[in-house]
């Protein structure tokens, strides 16, 4: 069992920098993959990075790559989530996901969730 508690989230001007952090709790973080997913208004959710337990492998989103790192600290029981050159399309609730075994981008493959955290991106 894991239980997941976003921070972070604010309002930012487009172009400027955002780092979103999940705290996990429960046994054997380091054995969970670990993801992000955002949900904008009237949308439905969608798949932004996710990383492996040992932080080797990546997968992003297309709409993120080369602008958003996901990242984690083990001892911390902590992923993150750094997010740069924002726009305000990346204006959504953003949640942090978990599961065992190899990363995924589906919402259905994940077991845990958190509560999510707002990000608001204003032009």
């Known amino acids: 069992q894991v239980q997941l508690v976003e921070s972070g989230g604010r309002r930012v001007q487009a172009g400027k920098s955002l780092r979103l952090s999940c705290a996990a709790s429960?046994?054997?973080?380091?054995?969970?993959?670990m993801a992000w997913f955002r949900q904008a208004p009237g949308k439905e959710r969608e798949f932004v990075a996710a990383?492996?337990?040992?932080?080797?492998?990546?997968n992003y989103g297309d709409s993120v790559k080369g602008r958003f790192t996901i990242s984690r600290d083990n001892a911390k029981n902590t992923v993150y989530l750094q997010m740069n050159s924002l726009k305000p399309e990346d204006t959504a609730v953003y949640y942090c996901?978990?599961?065992?075994?190899?990363?995924?981008?589906?919402?259905?493959?994940?077991?845990?969730w958190g509560q999510g955290t707002q990000v608001t991106v204003s032009s």
């Open positions: 990383q492996g337990w040992s932080g080797g492998s990546t």
């Open positions: 996901a978990a599961r065992l075994g190899r990363i995924l981008t589906m919402t259905d493959s994940y077991d845990y």
């Open positions: 429960g046994r054997s973080f380091s054995s969970y993959a």
